[in-house]
């Protein structure tokens, strides 16, 4: 499956493990990460060598071809939003959005309070809870049924 994985790159990076780690898990069950490079510690500098309208381009045409957007969103960040606005508007496809507990009264409350039927929040407070869900509702195949909503 191809995923869309959403990690603030001019944001609050202070879940780059986390991150780190759902992406490895990812790749790990066979899927193919098209934004693995957001937890590179040169995202940033990346993105602005190529520029914002290639970036807006090449990022577009991943969130066409992606089967799952799956965000870690505890930085959260406008283009996290935005991706995952666009396809809750524009789309069926299944969305994903992480945050750490234990950041969440300064996280948006159109991430925390996001109720689309094709959005799953998942709170966590540790690594291992977000490395289950993703192994039992992502596993090596599509999303089981129930992991919307």
Known sequence: ????????????????????????????????????????????????????????????????????????????????GFEAGYLLGASTIEVILFYNINVRDSISFLITGNTHPHCRLVPYSSLAEVVAFIQAHVGRGKPLPGTAG
């Not at 001019?10 to 780190?20: H, Q, S």
């Not at 066979?30 to 381009?57: I, K």
Request: with cysteine.
């Open 1 to 80: 499956m191809k995923i869309y994985f959403g990690f603030t790159v001019a944001g609050d990076r202070a879940t780059l493990e986390t991150a780190r780690s759902m992406v490895h898990c990812l790749e790990e069950l066979g899927h193919e990460v098209l934004t693995r490079h957001l937890v590179s510690d040169n995202a940033r500098a990346a993105d602005r060598f190529l520029g914002p309208q290639a970036v807006y381009q090449r990022d577009m045409e991943w969130l066409g071809q992606c089967d799952l957007f799956i965000a870690e969103a505890s930085g959260s960040s406008f283009g996290v």
